[in-house]
Structure formats: structure tokens, C-alpha cells
């Protein structure tokens, strides 16, 4: 059974910082491909942050050179450094992972609330 767990998600001004992590179980982390969504009150999910078994990261361009996804396989953690907070970037950040071996099928965190006050 896959099990995707985040944390770090708070309430912080304009202009701060958080460290969301995501730690899975059930799944080989090593071969997946990680990413984080967002899911704001009347919106789509939306791709943030994505970072492949190699290493390799995209963006979405709102968050490009604000925000950094790196990954600890010996942890099983993928991280989302979160800086110079928009209050647009309020949202529930669902931690996502998937890979080959289990036929790129989709498996989603719980979510964690974020909130950017003005």
C-alpha cells in the first residue's frame, strides 16, 4: 500500500518562508518521479514543482527562483522550499509521486494548508 505523508504546511506572511516534506512508503522512491500540486478554493490542481529519479526539476513559472524541490532517496523525502511567500500562493500542496514500475499511476498525499496572509 502506497503512502504518501506530508507536513510543514502553516499560516506565514508575505514575504516568509516554509519547508513542506513528503515522505512515502509502499512505493520504490528511488526510480519515482516526485512532484508537488496545489489546489486553491475554486481552482484546478495545478503542477508546482516536479523532480525526477535523475534528478531533473521543472517549474511552474509563477514559482520559478522562489521555490526548490529536492529529494532525500535515502529518506524516502522529497522537499518543497517555499521563499518570498505570495498570498497567491495560498493552498492545500498535495505531495504526488509515481513510476514505471507501478504503471505511472498516480498516488496523492493527503495535503497540507498553506496560507499567505497580506
Known amino acids: 500500500q502506497v503512502q504518501l505523508v506530508e507536513s510543514g504546511g502553516d499560516l506565514v506572511q508575505a514575504g516568509g518562508s516554509l519547508r513542506l516534506s513528503c515522505t512515502a512508503s509502499g512505493l520504490i522512491f528511488s526510480i519515482s518521479t516526485m512532484g508537488w500540486y496545489r489546489q486553491a478554493p475554486g481552482k484546478q490542481r495545478e503542477l508546482v514543482a516536479a523532480i525526477t529519479s535523475a534528478g531533473s526539476t521543472n517549474y511552474a513559472d509563477s514559482v520559478k527562483g522562489r521555490f526548490t524541490i529536492s529529494r532525500d532517496n535515502a529518506k524516502n523525502t522529497v522537499y518543497l522550499q517555499m521563499n518570498s511567500l505570495k498570498p497567491e500562493d495560498t493552498a492545500v500542496y498535495y505531495c504526488?509521486?509515481?513510476?514505471?514500475?507501478?504503471?505511472?499511476?498516480?498516488?496523492w498525499g493527503q495535503g497540507t494548508q498553506v496560507t499567505v496572509s497580506s
Open positions: 504526488n509521486g509515481r513510476n514505471a514500475r507501478r504503471g505511472w499511476l498516480d498516488y
